[in-house]
């Protein structure tokens, strides 16, 4: 018999003004947050070079990705000490410094000398200053589902936490939309040289923004559930041995779906304009005009995902929809060409298809976990899979297509997707209305 996860309802609601602040500083957050950390695999064809002297063609793209993929396995850190120190010490202190930290990371990485100029100095401070953004992009996911999934009411956790994944497109989306303006603008030598410079430098300043708006919120960190107060007396409520002795099924759940998720999401927006660029022939400016149109759809119907999540339950909303992109991963990518039509036919479906299993995503997972082991909870799980998976997407993908097999590639995709279903279908409903009956 399946255990049903424990409810979120004990998490204290805020006012509506309170409430609107929270969904909209965590929207904005997530922005920056995603614009800054795409920032590197977007622009990463153009600077390569400049940081790992190529001995071969591409061998420079696949070390500057291999540094991508080891950002990543930091995520878990981050998640698990941030994640822990928002369930002890509120979730707004870590939302700021997370946002400080991958602003600085940008900044690093736009004025950082390149290796003919510092030698090997220069690829160690780069993968420093992706070590940085690794950990905070891995404590940004924690403390942003806590605080949100705390501030509105049951019966709409996933349509106001869905803000998290628009955020997360609209970041995306503002990446590419930079990388468009200035391919467009700029020619390939004038990019090579210092355009990918802009790009990051822009990321840095804009962080500010962030920080200003999301140190005008402030929401306490939740009191312990009933039954839980004399687990935080013996002190072992916050820390790993409590977690998997009272949650395991939770973390087993969100890497089992979030294997899918998180290689999908990367595959499909942040790896795809340099796919359609190296395997397609699109030019530069047309792959990345592709990549805004996908991601500003991704972006929209993020909310009307959670909407339906809400009033027809988790399962059958994501279930169907990560089934679905199992059957039609692999023909769509077939169809890609060097035609930017051709390309929107085939990403189109597959985005629609990618905010039903998005949308809900931080909903489902606070609502495998007791408010005292959120944090924690999600920071751990969500950050593992982003690491070893979505993390590693980029330099398979990449190395794949060296070896003259990229449809392997989105095999494994396919692959992703079908377990996440299997999961999906097997896990009961958390949905508050369908819950309830």
């Known amino acids: 018999m399946t255990s049903v996860p424990p409810s979120v309802s004990t998490s204290p609601i805020a006012a509506a003004p309170t409430r609107r602040k929270v969904v909209v500083a965590t929207g904005v957050g997530q922005v920056i947050e995603w614009f800054d950390w795409t920032l590197y695999a977007a622009f990463a064809p153009f600077f390569a070079d400049r940081f790992f002297p190529a001995e071969g063609s591409g061998t420079g793209l696949l070390a500057a990705f291999g540094v991508y993929a080891i950002g990543f396995l930091f995520r878990p850190l981050g998640g698990v000490l941030f994640g822990y120190l928002a369930d002890r010490f509120g979730r707004t202190l870590m939302f700021n410094i997370t946002i400080v930290m991958m602003a600085a990371g940008s900044l690093i990485i736009a004025v950082l000398p390149t290796y003919d100029q510092i030698g090997v100095a220069a690829p160690l401070l780069l993968l420093l200053a992706r070590i940085v953004q690794g950990l905070s992009a891995g404590g940004e996911m924690p403390a942003s589902t806590a605080l949100i999934t705390e501030a509105v009411p049951a019966e709409r956790r996933a349509f106001y936490s869905s803000v998290i994944f628009v955020g997360t497109g609209i970041g995306v989306l503002l990446g590419s939309v930079l990388g468009w303006a200035l391919t467009g603008l700029l020619s390939a030598e004038a990019m090579a040289s210092y355009g990918w410079r802009i790009a990051f430098a822009v990321g840095a300043v804009v962080g500010l923004y962030a920080l200003v708006l999301r140190r005008s919120i402030h929401v306490p960190a939740p009191a312990p559930a009933a039954g839980q107060a004399r687990l ?51 030019d530069a400016p047309t792959a990345f005009m592709v990549n805004c149109v996908i ?129 999906f279908f097997a896990m009961p409903e958390t949905a508050e209305r369908r819950r309830r009956g």
């Not at 890497?255 to 999401?265: A, E, N, P």
């Not at 279930?319 to 085939?346: D, E, F, K, R, Y």
């Not at 005292?372 to 297509?401: H, I, K, M, P, Q």
């Open 232 to 282: 935080d007396r013996a002190g072992v409520t916050r820390n790993f041995a409590d977690l998997f002795r009272t949650h395991p099924r939770g973390v087993l759940r969100i890497i089992g779906v979030g294997i899918g998720g998180t290689v999908g999401f990367y595959t499909l927006t942040v790896y795809m304009p340099t796919y359609l660029t190296r395997q397609t022939g699109l």
């Open 295 to 423: 991601l500003v759809v991704y972006s929209a119907l993020m909310p009307v995902a959670g909407l339906l999540a809400d009033r027809y339950g988790r399962r059958p909303v994501m279930g169907w929809s990560a089934l679905a992109l199992a059957v039609a991963t692999v023909p769509a990518a077939h169809a890609l060409s060097g035609s930017a039509v051709v390309a929107l036919a085939a990403l189109l479906p597959l985005i629609v298809l990618i905010t039903g299993f998005h949308g809900p995503f931080p909903a489902l997972m606070s609502e495998q976990f007791t408010p005292e082991l959120r944090g924690l909870g999600v920071g751990l799980a969500y950050s593992l899979v982003t690491a070893l998976f979505g993390g590693t997407a980029t330099y398979l993908a990449t190395w794949l297509a060296g070896t003259g097999r990229p449809m392997w590639y989105f095999v494994y995709v396919a692959l992703a997707f079908l377990l996440a279903a299997v999961c």
